[in-house]
């Protein structure tokens, strides 16, 4: 199969340089990545194209003018953009475990989409990683939090099974899934604008469309920078939204693909 690693991300280049860091650590290299980018300035233009010097497979910027958070149409822009049968998909503020991207590959199965655990680096680590540009983290590592979700142990996560239901735990930072599975369901809902709600209304539709969850605790690893939180003034009305959607088990979004 075919892979593609989405990476969200708006004017946080300090991050994203790390980030691509960790991509380019990676001990086996997705097909294609795609910068959905949510309107972000010039400054990040040049780390990708820096970035694309560096890196040996495609890699694509899809880019959408600036009026607000809006999440879910620029994944939508992404999702069309490519042609790889499966999509693994972070955020930009999250450094990936050297397996990060076999891990998903490893535990991918057919109509069932994966989401893993985050580690928390510490406000007080920002300056230390973004100067000696660390990507490489275990969970004796300075500054996280979260420590247990750093242990890499494959074998664990086997244990785990494919289940119908809507875990609490699921982000989208760690998540990968099938791209014809996402079409089915005419990908996110552009409903959703400013922060919250958009993944796991994402994820409830694909249940609801017969597809299963499964979690990777173990493995797919991400270390998530710490930043001041976003504007949240959207968040009661994406979760009533939300709610709605969960009690009709809708499968089609109201603004999709």
């Known amino acids: 199969m075919t892979v593609a690693l989405i990476i969200p991300t708006y004017?946080?280049?300090?991050?994203?340089?790390?980030?691509?860091?960790?991509?380019?650590?990676q001990s086996i290299f997705p097909d294609e990545i795609l910068i959905a980018d949510d309107g972000s300035d010039k400054n990040t233009k040049k780390v990708v194209e820096e970035f694309r010097e560096k890196f040996k497979n495609k890699v694509y910027h899809i880019w959408?003018?600036?009026?607000?958070?809006?999440?879910?149409?620029?994944?939508?822009?992404a999702?069309?953009?490519?042609?790889?049968?499966?999509?693994?998909?972070?955020d930009g503020d999250?450094?990936?475990?050297?397996?990060?991207?076999q891990d998903h590959i490893k535990f991918s199965e057919p109509n069932t989409f994966l989401y893993g655990s985050r580690?928390?680096?510490?406000?007080?680590?920002?300056?230390?990683i973004f100067e000696s540009k660390q990507v490489k983290f275990s969970a004796f590592s300075k500054g996280i939090k979260k420590r247990t979700r750093a242990l890499h142990i494959p074998f664990l996560s086997s244990r785990y099974r494919p289940l119908p239901d809507l875990s609490s735990k699921i982000r989208g930072c760690n998540f990968s899934y099938w791209r014809e599975d996402a079409l089915a369901i005419k990908g996110y809902d552009e409903f959703y604008t400013g922060w919250g709600r958009e993944d796991s209304d994402f994820a409830a539709r694909l249940l609801h469309n017969g597809i299963m969850s499964k979690r990777i605790r173990y493995a797919g690893i991400i270390y998530h920078i710490w930043h001041s939180e976003a504007s949240k003034d959207n968040v009661d009305q994406n979760s009533a939204y939300l709610n709605d959607v969960l009690e009709e088990k809708r499968i089609y979004p109201k603004q999709g693909i």
């Open 64 to 77: 959408q003018e600036d009026k607000g958070f809006r999440k879910s149409k620029i994944l939508n822009k």
């Open 79 to 90: 999702l069309v953009a490519t042609s790889c049968d499966y999509i693994i998909q972070i």
């Open 11 to 25: 004017n946080w280049c300090q991050a994203l340089e790390v980030i691509f860091l960790s991509v380019l650590n």
């Open 119 to 128: 580690v928390n680096i510490q406000k007080s680590q920002l300056k230390s």
């Open 94 to 101: 999250c450094i990936l475990h050297p397996n990060f991207i």
